[in-house]
């Protein structure tokens, strides 16, 4: 085990050992920052998190006793056998088990250096050992005192200890790694001619664009050069920038990689600090593979923040695989009442299909002057309502994740400057952006769990003493939601919006709609990603793709009668292979039977019409449609 290893640093071949490996790992002058020689060399990033393990000798002393304590009443509880040689063997096998909770080390903070007063603590950042440089960036930022994140996270990452971070969103966690980065590669004074000193990954190009905003910020004073490189963006001048030498870069996963292992002059063989930032979420959205390669072609010995929300499987295993040395726990969870924060005022409305959109239109249009977030279910979704309501006079923004990066920056941009305006987005917008002073969230389509909700709804009453309002629109049928949003500690309020008070305009959409081309289109490829990524939801119990009415759907999406879509969710039936010869009604198949099956299928599957409203293949089907 590897704590054993460490129970025995006073011996004198350890010694020797030890200052061998010091000087093997120096480099020359060139490869490393100028400060690394000078007065402390425990002080600089690459030596400070690979020391720690030496220090905590004792505890690993500690640690083993406990190990061995432990294991007595788990073979007691397993095994009433007596037998002497099978307890032997018994403990053996139980000594792996412990070892999870061996390799992280919890955050141990006084009460008094924490105790919050709303969103803030009682902790200024004065007190931290920072530069003037950074000090003088937070005064223009009028930062004066930390978040408890802040407080907890800074300490650490300044000395260059390994942190694993869990904190809620809007808990001040950027800033939380961002100082510190910025310190550490002041303080040895790095520079362009040793390449990139810091990498931080963010799951999506607005969260990284925003990371990259507070680097900009506090970097203002300091000689340190910052980049981004993600998605979207022009490939050969962020290549540019990185063979020229970029001291903190921001990145997406799949960027970021592509860099790694085709950009010749990227020079990453001196990182120093690997910052995650939102790790389940990049594992989430299908970012695994890539996580795992970078991991895997960063140098080994560095300084590793990993920040998640969630501790699911898959971020078990990056952080297994991330941390060399044994982190620092520091989880900031809300011991109050509630999951989301005291500001925001919660409710939901319960409302037919037919009536969704008009809902949702009257709303609008009596709040144009206030700062409103639409969540919808899919990009096809949020393109038609975007487009539909800019015909009929509400200004609304879009952003979703088909959009090209020019677009989705500017339109990120544009809102966040805005005082008053209307975005309509899928959820590349629910996580970790701060977005300020938002008035209304409003969850058009529920989302997929409580967590979800949870991030959705903390893009308003962000900060102190901030208010913001949210709403969540429910079928009758999806009622069952309440109760896991209950268990999630989510409190909310029933709202009801009579229906004699909203816009009587339901017949002149569905005239719009089916004498406007474009917009018919649009419109029903909304309607089949709404139904597509209804029968994908995993709340299935509530979220039944078959008990909709698709009539009432239809009229969500301003048609008078369900459209003719395809459905398939395995994508439609290839054309058959020609095997040679002049054609006729058998080509490509054994027999014309077989023709005539497939000819069949595609002619009666997951179509809609007003003669077939619900998709059904015969009288026999029971099911509005099958996918």
Request: hydrophobic residues 35%; aromatic residues 6%.
């Amino acid at each position: 085990m590897p704590s054993q290893k460490q129970v025995k640093p006073d011996s004198g071949k350890t010694r020797k050992r030890k200052r061998k490996s010091i000087n093997k790992d120096r480099q020359p002058e060139d490869d490393v920052p100028a400060a690394t020689a000078a007065v402390d060399m425990t002080e600089n990033i690459p030596n400070v998190a690979h020391q720690l393990p030496e220090k905590d000798a004792a505890g690993s002393k500690r640690r083993k006793k406990a190990v061995k304590s432990a294991d007595a009443p788990g073979e007691e509880s397993k095994n009433i056998d007596d037998d002497h040689s099978q307890a032997e063997e018994d403990r053996v096998q139980a000594k792996p088990q412990p070892k999870k909770q061996s390799k992280m080390q919890v955050d141990e903070v006084k009460e008094d250096d924490i105790a919050t007063d709303g969103v803030l603590t009682k902790r200024r950042f004065d007190e931290l050992n920072l530069s003037e440089k950074t000090i003088h960036a937070l005064k223009d930022m009028t930062f004066e005192r930390m978040t408890e994140v802040q407080a907890r996270c800074i300490p650490h990452g300044m000395a260059g200890r390994d942190v694993l971070g869990a904190a809620r969103t809007g808990s001040g966690k950027t800033l939380a790694f961002v100082i510190p980065v910025i310190e550490l590669l002041s303080k040895v004074k790095w520079t362009n001619r040793h390449g990139t000193g810091a990498v931080v990954i963010s799951p999506t190009r607005e969260l990284a664009l925003q990371i990259y905003g507070v680097v900009a910020d506090i970097c203002k004073y300091h000689s340190q050069t910052y980049g981004i490189c993600m998605g979207g963006a022009n490939r050969k001048m962020e290549a540019d920038k990185l063979q020229k030498g970029v001291a903190i870069l921001v990145a997406t996963p799949g960027r970021l990689l592509d860099h790694l292992q085709n950009t010749p002059g990227f020079v990453h063989k001196n990182l120093a600090v690997l910052v995650i930032d939102e790790a389940d979420r990049c594992l989430e959205i299908g970012f695994e593979e890539e996580m795992h390669q970078i991991i895997k072609t960063l140098p080994k010995k560095r300084q590793t923040m990993l920040f998640s929300a969630t501790q699911t499987t898959k971020v078990e295993d990056l952080v297994r695989v991330s941390f060399k040395n044994k982190p620092v726990y520091v989880g900031v969870h809300d011991k109050g009442e509630v999951s989301t924060v005291s500001g925001l005022e919660q409710g939901f409305v319960i409302v037919p299909s037919e009536n969704r959109f008009i809902l949702l239109y009257t709303f609008l249009r009596r709040n144009l002057k206030k700062k409103i977030i639409v969540f919808m279910s899919s990009c096809n979704a949020v393109k038609f309502y975007y487009e539909l309501l800019n015909h009929v006079d509400i200004p609304v923004l879009d952003l979703y994740g088909r959009q090209k990066q020019n677009k989705r920056t500017t339109t990120f941009y544009k809102f966040c400057k805005a005082e008053k305006a209307i975005l309509i987005c899928t959820d590349v917008a629910a996580r970790g952006l701060d977005i300020p002073a938002v008035d209304w969230i409003i969850q058009f389509d529920p989302p997929d769990e409580p967590k979800e909700y949870i991030h959705r709804v903390g893009r308003t009453a962000r900060g102190v003493n901030a208010k913001g309002k949210a709403l969540l629109f429910l079928l009758p049928s999806e009622m069952g939601f309440l109760r896991h949003l209950k268990a999630a500690r989510v409190p909310l309020n029933e709202y009801e919006f009579p229906e004699k008070k909203m816009a009587k305009v339901q017949p002149q959409l569905e005239k719009l709609i089916g004498e406007n081309y474009a917009l018919n289109r649009s419109a029903k490829d909304g309607y089949r990603s709404y139904l597509q990524s209804y029968a994908s939801h995993g709340m299935k119990n509530i979220f039944n793709v078959h008990e909709l009415d698709l009539n009432a759907v239809a009229a969500s999406f301003c048609f008078d009668n369900p459209p003719r879509v395809n459905l398939n969710m395995m994508g439609s039936a290839k054309a058959p292979r020609r095997r040679g010869g002049g054609g006729g009604v058998g080509q490509g198949y054994k027999n014309n039977d077989k023709l005539r099956g497939v000819i069949r299928q595609r002619n009666t599957g997951h179509a809609f019409s007003a003669s077939n409203p619900y998709g059904k293949r015969g009288d026999s089907d029971a099911r509005q449609f099958t996918h």
